[in-house]
């Protein structure tokens, strides 16, 4: 439009030189006064346009399309030929930043929802943010920026968390109970053999040991009552998750969906069967490693959040390090270390340490024929195939 407004203008101007009639004279003074009629428009319809984001937060599955909705209100009692919204997304992962433009009209006096739709291709927290907003005339001679109050500041900036998929298991766990774990905690659905805390009084049944009899609320109750002792529960298996950006890879989220679903997957499993367990993990932003102990779906959901707000380090074995500074760091029965590099000596370094009776090491891998080069003497080597993700994890002896 800008060009042909120009050819207009030059023809009008040899219109104007080559005809003396009034009419030329006109056409030329009409077409020299467009812009600056133009120009006064399109400042004050830019100063009546309000952009936002309808949902602040979202959530949605990895497979699922998720529609992200902006609001862009014109109040004035004159169109908007064009108006230009750029906006800019990342992932918190890698951080990597793309920006998408979308053009629309608007007419005048009138509120209008338009819905991006958003795939979640990868897991994790996805930022949205209007970055800035221009609007052109009808024939596209000026671009005006909107001023940061026509955008709303609160409403500027939505949050997608993309979700990992669970994949269905029946891997054997072990029982760990029996191996000295420290612990405070007993259970309060099954009884145990530890008499330091006591579980259930009832009435003697046959087959009861006599040791167990209560004998002064026997004597009170004028019948033969004994005790169950408690059940102890260690977070005998910690998942410790090593979230390491591989080097010289084009999409390194796609091991990192492995990793969160392979982690998520065993968690809720063990917490489906009533083990209890931790999960640790580097927090790259407060340069510490973050521990939760799971014993319920809060405490679960808790733990999904943080790391899909978590952001990939270069730094190779950094949570395994932290894990082993840690102070009075209790022993437990089976280390689980999932990682998308493979390091030759984390699970050596572990052993040192002495931090459980068992090691397992589950690398996220694409490729058969590498893995089948790595060795590990002190753990239980399992790869995790991204696309054969269910198959891989069935592997793994809890």
């Known amino acids: 439009m800008p060009i042909l407004y120009t050819v207009l203008l030059i023809a009008s101007v040899f219109f104007y030189i080559l005809y003396e009639h009034a009419f030329s004279f006109y056409l030329f003074a009409f077409l020299l006064i467009v812009p600056v009629i133009l120009l006064i428009l399109t400042i004050y319809t ?25 609001k862009v209100s014109n109040y004035s009692a004159l169109p908007c030929a064009n108006l230009l919204i750029e906006i800019e997304y990342c992932n918190m992962l890698d951080g990597k930043k793309t920006v998408v433009k979308i053009n629309t009209p608007i007419y005048p006096h009138e509120t209008q929802t338009m819905t991006l739709t958003v795939s979640g291709i990868h897991c994790g927290t996805v930022n949205f943010r209007i970055k800035r907003c221009k609007i052109s005339d009808m024939l596209r001679l000026f671009s005006l920026r909107l001023r940061r109050s026509s955008i709303d500041i609160p409403g500027s900036v939505s949050t997608v968390t993309i979700l990992p998929e669970y994949v269905s298991l029946e891997n054997p766990i072990d029982n760990y109970a029996d191996l000295g774990l420290e612990t405070d ?71 990192f969906d492995a990793l969160i679903e392979t982690a998520a997957s065993v968690s809720n499993y063990l917490l489906e069967n009533a083990v209890p367990h931790r999960v640790a993990f580097y927090d790259r932003a407060g340069d510490r490693l973050t521990e939760l102990e799971i014993k319920d779906d809060e405490s679960h ?32 029965g089976h280390i689980i270390y999932v990682s998308n590099t493979y390091s030759p000596h ?14 397992t090491y589950l690398l996220m891998t694409d490729d058969s024929s590498d893995f089948n080069e790595m060795y590990d003497e002190f753990a239980e080597l399992v790869p995790v195939y991204p696309d054969r993700l269910a198959e891989s994890v069935q592997e793994l002896c809890l």
């Open 46 to 70: 830019a100063k009546r346009i309000k952009v936002s984001f309808v949902d602040r937060q979202n959530t949605a599955g990895r497979s699922a399309r998720l529609p992200v909705r902006l």
């Open 185 to 255: 905690e007993y259970s309060k659905t099954q009884k145990g053999d530890d008499p330091s805390e006591i579980f259930d009084i009832r009435d003697y049944v046959d087959g009861d040991k006599l040791n167990r009899i209560h004998w002064k609320l026997s004597a009170k109750q004028d019948k033969t009552m004994v005790k169950d002792y408690s059940l102890p529960i260690a977070n005998s298996i910690t998942i410790l998750l090593e979230m390491v950006k591989p080097k010289g890879k084009e999409d390194e989220l796609v091991k």
């Open 301 to 332: 959901g808790e733990m999904i959040a943080m790391l899909l707000q978590a952001s990939l380090y270069p730094e190779a074995d950094t949570a395994a390090k932290h894990y082993i500074a840690a102070d009075e760091r209790a022993r437990c």
């Open 346 to 359: 984390v699970s050596e370094m572990l052993n040192d340490a002495e931090l459980a009776n068992k090691y």
